[in-house]
């Protein structure tokens, strides 16, 4: 698969197999993600990697249940109460495996980095049939200073992105998207 074809196909993907993501292969996808642009050549990344499917499901609860105590402190999450409150709703989506990239704040770029990094391991895992997701209500937990300490993150990190991910189940079409706006073209 060449990387135009990658681009056109990737979608946010939800429903995986049971097939595990094997170690080489995740090691491949993380090694290509790491290829992005890098500000001042600073390589501000960190991984942890989740396959323990009970502490993934463990992790969804927790995350569901700390959003719902406390709805105001998550304003942008507040347009999806019933899924959080529905017992179905998984945050990782089932999925077997996450992954979780940290940035090195000691890098004024470490979010660009980090969030390019994680379009790389989407579009590269595209090749391989694996599906994934980007994770936004894992903000709720994964920057706690005890989830870090306990998954051995360094200090000074900080989470950027968590990707949901498994070889995929159910295929979504292509994306359209809103025509691009030109605020200006050679003005
Ligand atoms: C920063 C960010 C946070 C996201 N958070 C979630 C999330 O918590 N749960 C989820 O199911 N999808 C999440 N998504 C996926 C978006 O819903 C998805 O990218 C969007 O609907 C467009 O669909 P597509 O990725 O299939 O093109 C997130 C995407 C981004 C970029």
Request: aromatic share 12%; hydrophobic share 40%; glycine share 6%.
């Amino acid at each position: 698969m060449n990387v135009l074809e990658a681009i056109e196909k990737r979608r946010s993907i939800r429903s995986y197999t049971q097939q595990p993501v094997e170690k080489e292969t995740l090691e491949n996808l993380v090694r290509l993600a790491v290829k992005a642009p890098t500000g001042s050549g600073m390589e501000p990344w960190g991984f942890v990697v989740l396959q323990n499917a009970e502490e993934i499901n463990r992790l969804s609860d927790q995350i569901k249940r700390r959003v719902l105590d406390d709805l105001d402190a998550y304003p942008q999450f507040s347009q999806y109460e019933s899924w959080l409150r529905s017992g179905r709703y998984h945050i990782f989506n089932n999925a077997g495996t996450v992954l979780i990239i940290y940035g090195d704040e000691r890098s004024p770029w470490h979010v660009y980095d980090c969030s390019l990094a994680a379009g790389n391991f989407m579009l590269a895992a595209e090749n391989e049939g694996i599906g994934c997701c980007w994770i936004g209500f894992a903000e709720a937990l994964f920057d706690d200073p005890e989830f870090k300490a306990a998954h051995g993150v360094p200090e000074g990190f900080r989470l950027v992105s968590t990707l949901s991910l498994g070889y995929t189940k159910v295929a979504v079409p292509p994306c359209s998207r809103k025509e691009p706006i030109f605020f200006s073209w050679n003005k």
